[in-house]
């Protein structure tokens, strides 16, 4: 099985067909971004990207997605941060963090399809990834931070606005 | 309190956040090796070591499952040493009790505890700078002071960095108690503002920073298979046809103990017996599973079944005085005789599971004579001491890693799978990942005790509270004993408040593994009773907040400068926030509620009002929650902000529809389909505010939680009519959409 993730090509052939996606990427290709929670697609915590769609990678076999094209945490923002991490950072989203690699990957795929997204549109995008800790609000106010500044609105101004609306906690320090 | 600056921290003892594991590849590299740096190490003391280039380094003594004390912990170091926070950066303290004291998550007690330990360590070795410079430039150390990150000499506008002084300051003898000043609040830079988690850079890159992310040479990866009555042993498998599978390195019976485990964290040296199978994947291991067939011994296992053990509690709980007297104050026959009118109702609470994200897992590489482990324990102490008894090896053979943790809530206190890996590597004589499955964290938990509640209030003419009774009905695994987490919980209100009281407890037999769930006891205390509280208000038509704040009596501290202990005053203060900040009695539509809910626990007073709708199919939509509390200081304003969110969303998760149900001694709930966390659009709008005060900080990850429960539960009953007394509320009918 040939696989493309993050742009770099691996060849699989030793590996069984029927292990998930995730297993590969945290076992045999040391990517462990993407995190093991339920195993049954019910938590998000495994979102990776296949040819640029957020997916379950923990009920993905191998032997379905051979030749496809995979986006990890790892890879989402090339030599730079993804704007969603960046905002993830500023708006101190994470408690524990186990889930945020899976989040991130589901807000930045919400983003580069529908840049300006309503409530209703993240509520929608976001519901199958669960965050134990509870970072709901931060994770909207970090996914609208994140929608302006791909908007074309430098972080700065972003980040006026956010700190003027209070709530949200946009982090000062 | 100072230990000696040659005890400092040594530079193999840190595993840097930002290092850990970069270069983590399909061969995995060693911990240590990738902690070593190449910088010169300057320590000063076991918290804070400044390199040439300018960096900081402070060390974050207790473990990190979320509740955010890698940021918190350092802050306090920072702020005292008056490090240029910019410059620090966060390394996870070796676990070293000569150094570093208990290290531990539980209680909301990380901050609490080491408040003055680590504003102490912050002065001193600024102290130590400051000195030092003094005996360099030739002037009175009186004359200098610090800006971040400098020393300054502001007569003659001489200045230099800590990193140009700390060599030298390294030789300065480490000053005593009393010899340094601490900071007045006043003066804080840092503490108080809102600060980005220590750890949010590798969050977001998806860096190898958790428990299971963990990889050493040679390691090799194994799953445990246990028996689903909880308690039972192997006494067979088909070992072989397990081992002929592609990829299974080796299979084998853990004979192990029969019956169920304790939740003893100190003692505790049980190893539940199961099958595990080892691999060359964390797959093939798993997968395994499905061919593998285990003959199980059931003799000693538990037979529990949770509706048995409900109606054995509920009838008991009917009682108004139960078996044991745990207290008797003033004269409650008298109070109860004499009231006008008496109150009363019963309530219920289901076993529930902490269902942290991150499954049970733990690196472990056990030889004859040491064991080596990296975990996500709570209580990393004890995983030392516990290995260290169960292979009867002394504790300097015991070399145990601190590894943040996907969520705790109290799950990983205890130990059970580090000793299961240890187990494991010693018999393949290899490093080993041991990896729970989500089907074994939620089969196999210390679950958080059910508990009952029979509740009787005496009221006089005018509606005040005279008399309180309360039987508890407890699960206890001897029959006589509550179960940890299922006791009683002294000092508070309205049990020390209240001039009459008798408190009571039954113990309904249960085998099923119980411990600490996020405000252990608190949780469930603060649902029933503040939920009756409202019922006495409403009963006798009184408003609610006014009710409580009548009933929480005079002003008083119950046991003062002890910050565990009630603070009337403090209590009125959150609860008169909270209402303001709520509109507490404004007009609303059909069909719609305020509730409010007040809890003291874990040192922190806090008042939550939660707004709900409610329709005719008992469709509960929680809207916004307001939450107005004092912890008195606030370490990191975001951090503590955060934790406050997170446990409004984890009352709201709990309270909807979270139910651990248990058949012939087995778990029910497998996975999360089964046993639903709260989701995004689910989630309510959350206010926080912190009425800050000049009393030490205390805990924010625990506070929260209680409170939420009632509040909710009252809101409901506002808005509907309909009195909740059973939690989860899907067991009443209503539904959190």
């Keep these: 099985m040939q696989l493309s993730v993050n742009g770099k090509a691996h060849e699989l052939n030793d590996a069984d067909p029927d292990m998930p996606l995730l297993w590969a990427l945290r076992d045999l290709l040391g990517l462990v971004g993407a995190k093991y929670g339920c195993g049954v697609a019910q938590c998000g915590a495994c979102t990776v990207w296949l040819d640029g769609a957020p997916v379950r990678s923990c009920q993905l076999p191998l032997a379905a997605i051979s030749g496809r094209e995979v986006t990890t945490i790892e890879g989402l923002g090339g030599d730079a941060l993804h704007p969603v ?77 956010a700190t003027v609306s209070a709530s949200d906690g946009e982090v000062s320090v | 309190m100072s230990r000696g600056a040659g005890e400092g921290m040594k530079r193999r003892d840190f595993i840097r956040y930002s290092s850990f594991g970069l270069a983590l590849g399909s061969s995995g590299i060693s911990v240590l090796a990738a902690a070593k740096t190449s910088a010169p190490a300057n320590s000063l003391n076991p918290y804070v070591m400044i390199h040439d280039d300018g960096r900081i380094v402070i060390a974050a003594p207790n473990p990190d499952v979320g509740q955010g004390v890698n940021t918190a912990l350092p802050m306090i170091v920072a702020e005292e040493l008056d490090a240029d926070w910019q410059a620090v950066e ?76 700390v060599a030298a300051a390294t030789e300065q003898p480490v000053p005593a108690n009393g010899e340094v000043v601490l900071k007045a609040r006043a003066d804080y830079r840092l503490l108080g503002q809102r600060v980005v988690n220590a750890a949010a850079s ?15 040479p040679d390691m090799v990866y194994a799953t445990y298979v246990k028996c689903p009555q909880i308690g039972g042993v192997p006494k067979t498998a088909n070992l072989e046809a397990v081992k002929a599978l592609p990829g299974i390195l080796d299979a084998f019976i853990v004979k192990g103990d029969a019956g169920p485990p304790s939740f003893d964290l100190r003692k505790s040296i049980h190893v539940a017996g199961g099958v595990a199978i ?94 080596e482990v990296w975990t ?95 039987h508890v009905v407890s699960v206890s695994s001897d029959g006589e004993e509550a179960n940890y987490g299922a006791g009683y919980r002294g000092y508070n209100f309205p049990d020390d408040v209240v001039p009459n009281v008798h408190i009571s407890q039954t113990m309904v037999a249960s085998k099923t593994p119980t411990g600490a769930w996020r405000a252990p006891i608190s949780n469930v205390y603060a649902f029933a009773e503040q939920s009756f509280l409202h019922e006495i208000a409403d009963a006798t038509g009184q408003d609610h907040r006014d009710f409580l704040m009548a009933a929480l009596g005079e002003d008083k501290w119950f046991k003062p400068d002890d910050l565990a202990s009630l603070n009337t005053v403090r209590a009125r203060k ?41 329709n005719a199919d008992k469709q509960v939509t929680v809207h916004e929650v307001w939450v107005a509390a004092d912890l008195g200081q606030i370490v990191n304003l975001s951090g503590a902000e955060n934790q406050f969110e997170g446990s409004v969303v984890d009352g709201v998760s709990a309270l909807a529809d979270q139910r651990i149900s248990i058949r012939s001694g087995a778990i029910e709930q497998t996975n999360f389909h089964q046993y639903p966390l709260l989701r995004l659009p689910q989630s309510p709008k959350i206010h926080v505010d912190f009425l800050t005060s000049d009393y030490p900080p205390s805990g ?18 506002n808005a509907c009519g309909e009195r909740i007394r059973t939690l989860p509320i899907s067991r009443a009918g209503f539904k959190v959409v």
């Design chain 1, 85 to 161: 991490q960046e905002a993830w950072i500023a708006h101190d989203v994470a408690q524990c963090g186990y889930c945020q690699a899976g989040q991130i990957m589901s807000a930045a795929a919400l983003l580069q399809r529908n840049p300006n997204p309503s409530s209703e549109d993240i509520e929608g995008a976001m519901a199958g990834n669960i965050c134990r800790c509870g970072t709901y609000s931060r994770i909207v106010a970090a996914i609208n931070t994140a929608s302006k500044q791909l908007q074309g609105l430098s972080f700065y101004e972003v980040g006026q606005e």
């Design chain 2, 90 to 165: 966060v390394v996870l303290a070796p676990i070293d009790a000569n150094r570093y004291g208990a290290q531990f998550a539980g209680g909301s007690l990380s901050v609490r505890n080491r408040w003055n330990e680590l504003r102490q360590m912050g002065a001193t070795a600024r102290e130590m700078l400051l000195r030092s410079a003094a005996q360099q430039w030739g002037v009175p150390r009186t004359e200098l002071t610090t800006q971040p990150s400098k020393v300054l000499h502001p007569p003659s506008g001489r200045s230099a960095s800590f990193a140009e002084l």
């Design chain 2, 202 to 216: 590798d969050i977001v890159q998806g860096r190898p920073i958790f428990g299971i992310d963990v990889a050493v």
């Design chain 2, 278 to 371: 080892v691999a060359s994947n964390t797959w093939a291991a798993i997968k395994a599973r499905r061919s593998l067939q285990v003959d199980w011994d059931i003799s000693a296992a538990s037979t529990d079944d949770s509706l048995a053990i409900e109606a054995a509690a509920l009838s008991a709980a009917g009682r108004p005085t139960g078996d044991h007297e745990v207290k008797n104050a003033g004269d409650s026959e008298g109070a109860f005789t004499n009231a006008s009118s008496i109150v009363s109702g019963v309530y219920a609470t289901d076993f529930v599971s902490h269902a942290q994200l991150e499954p049970q897992s733990c690196v472990a590489h056990t030889t004859a004579t040491a064991i």
């Design chain 2, 376 to 470: 996500s324990s709570q209580t990393p102490g004890f995983a030392q001491s516990t290995l260290a008894k169960l292979f009867e090896l002394p504790a300097e053979a015991i070399t145990v890693h601190q590894v943040r943790g996907g969520g705790g809530f109290g799950r990983r206190l205890s130990n059970e799978y580090v000793r299961e890996a240890a187990v494991i590597s010693k018999k393949i004589g290899k490093p080993v990942k041991l990896q729970w499955t989500r089907e074994d964290d939620m089969a196999f938990d210390f679950y958080r005790s059910p508990a009952y509640f029979g509740l009787q209030a005496a009221l006089s003419e005018t509606g005040k509270l005279t008399g309180w009774r309360n």
């Design chain 2, 574 to 614: 959150v609860i008169a926030a909270v209402t303001q900040a709520a509109s507490w009695g404004r007009a609303l539509p059909k069909g719609r509620g305020l509730g409010l809910g007040f809890f003291f626990s874990h040192a922190g007073h806090v008042a939550e009002v939660a707004e709900v709708s409610v």
């Design chain 2, 700 to 717: 924010a990850g625990e506070p929260a939680l209680p409170p939420v429960a009632p509040a909710i539960c009252n809101a409901v009953f």
